[in-house]
């Protein structure tokens, strides 16, 4: 209702003049009423807006115990396409670990291992964490996970003393590549000593099929004696504080993904890495030597937003999911770009390719590299 | 409600359960004469009236003020307790109320009535809870260290009384948290006495205290103390930095979260006590 009164107009330009003052009038009306916040109908809102309020699944269908790898092995990709109420058992484990050769480090750890067992579920599913503390720990922990929507990311639900248990379950309402790690007090404590992991929230559509997936995770140590010091080495506190790590390496040690342990593939296939980078300090500058990313998921989130990539930063509590197929054979080289951490810090890992190889993807000419000459 | 709420609450409630139920307890069984205790100028130490910053406090209160008191020298050990337990069978392993300790109540000693070997018995005693360290003090004439006593007498290294900002020490005493081997605490006699001649404080177990996580503290008393804030912080994730007064301190960031973490009734097998008293006894 238009609060002054309209004469009628005298002329036919004039009265289209008014309707179209009008119909100015009225759209300016409806997108004022919008903005000051009358009720609109919410879903509509979600798809106009882009961010959307998620809400957990309405039907939960059955319950399963998620099998837990550990590094650099994945769980296979789920073929349920529904929501299942998922039980993660994770268990708390200190023990003394091989940090390089010589050098042992009392590691506290998410199953045992650094980093920590990889889960996998569903976006939608409902995922109960029970996070149990070996009665043999000397510290408290908790649990954030990355992928919770919730108060400390489950960890002020989490605190657990040694022998203990804590219980909590959260839907999984964003797919992605999540870090998860202990916060418990002092928390850059707990991170310099090994506490972290991954868990992927793979997408309802899920992933594209690849031939191999692997569990990568980048992380740094603080130790009080030098690079490649034999014995059980301790936090230094002071080199955390000041971010001068002594080791940077991918899965929990230095040759972690070396020798016998090196990462496998054959010529022709696909390949996924979930890469994660625990910190507690550095972003990573992630890389494959003699290779390409053809599509990497940046940041793990859930669409493949560049191509052809050479080397992807990876920030500390975050991930990057990376694809490519390997087109010859031979080592490629997995490295922090940042190369003093590659050369002098452990950040090495090396993924075999074997099968035929083709000449002409890449051959020698002249040089050392040839045989005779 | 949060998880320390709720052990807030939880412990209030069996403190008050305790109080109605221990002395109905403790007549029930014939008291047998504990040995008298060494002279207490061995087994315990003065501590004269001093200041200390805690890691948490209140609003402008930065330093906290501790009367005299006297701390004992050394954690009480499994030998010490199993006297205890013979004379105050309510205490034994399997006879102990479920609301006073958990299920791992004295779980290392190989029976209720054996503590172990005589190197055992010299080691100090862990998998108690709350209410049995207090009511094993309470049985030999003392009582549990306020986290204010306690802490002031662990500022404390070989040579200085107040050794809190040194960054050497703090150093030493992240490491030996990070020794700590799960499983048997080493034996108290190698570990070196502190300024007040208190020995053992970081080098063996976590220790309750009186109020661990601000249970028995009065609201009066905590405008005064550190306690108050223990069971509202958010000892996780960066956020426990918040309002800390020093975030260098990782020692005690590491003591408040195993305080944080218990409850009157825990049974951790790395906690145990030591007593104390006003006046030496």
Known sequence: MLPFHLSAPRTPMARMLLELALVVLALLAIVGLAGCGAPVDAAEANAASGVPIRTPSSEVIGEEVAVLTTAPAVPAPITRTHATKVIVNLDVIEQTMRLADGVEYNMWTFGGSVPGSFIRVREGDQVELRLKNAANSTMPHNIDLHAVTGPGGGAKSSLTLPGGESVFTFAALNPGLYVYHCATSPVPMHMANGMYGMILVEPKAGLPKVDREYYVMQSEFYTTGAFGAKGLQTLDMQKGIDERPTYVVFNGSVGALTGEKALQAKVGERVRLFVGDAGPNLTSSFHVIGEIFDNVYQEGGTSATQHNVQTTLIPAGGSAIVEFGVEKAGDLILVDHSIFRAFNKGALGILHVSGPDDAKVFASIKGLGVGGE | ?281
Request: glycine letters at 8%.
């Open chain 2, 1 to 281: 409600m949060n998880d320390a709420m709720r052990s807030f609450c939880a412990a209030l409630l069996l403190t008050t359960i305790g109080t109605t139920l221990a002395p109905a307890t403790a007549l029930a069984t014939v008291r047998a004469p504990l040995p008298a205790p060494r002279a207490a100028a061995t087994t315990m130490s003065r501590v004269p009236e001093g200041w200390y910053r805690p890691l948490y406090s209140v609003a402008g209160a930065r330093r906290v003020h501790v009367k005299a008191f006297a701390l004992d020298r050394i954690p009480v050990t499994r030998g010490a307790f199993l006297q205890f337990v013979q004379a105050h069978p309510q205490w034994a392993r399997g006879t102990v109320l479920r609301v006073f300790a958990q299920s791992r109540y004295l779980a290392d000693w190989p029976s209720a009535s054996s503590a172990g070997s005589a190197v055992d018995l010299e080691r100090p005693v862990t998998g108690v809870s709350w209410f049995a360290a207090k009511a094993y003090c309470a049985a030999v004439g003392k009582r549990l260290p306020t986290l204010d006593e306690w802490e002031l007498v662990a500022a404390a290294s070989e040579s200085r009384r107040d050794a809190s900002g040194d960054g050497a020490y703090r150093r030493r005493l992240l490491a030996l948290y990070a020794a700590r081997k799960p499983g048997a605490p080493p034996s108290i006699a190698n570990t070196p006495a502190n300024a007040y001649g208190v020995r053992g404080m970081h080098g063996l177990v976590w220790e309750w205290t009186l109020d661990f996580n601000s249970i028995v503290v009065a609201d009066d008393s905590r405008a005064s103390g550190s306690g108050q804030d223990a069971r509202d912080h958010h000892l996780f994730c960066a956020s426990a930095a918040i309002g800390a007064s020093d975030v260098t301190d990782f020692p005690a960031f590491a003591r408040y979260a195993v305080r944080a973490g218990l409850t009157a009734r825990s049974t951790i097998s790395g906690v145990g006590f030591r007593c104390a008293a006003d006046h030496p006894v």
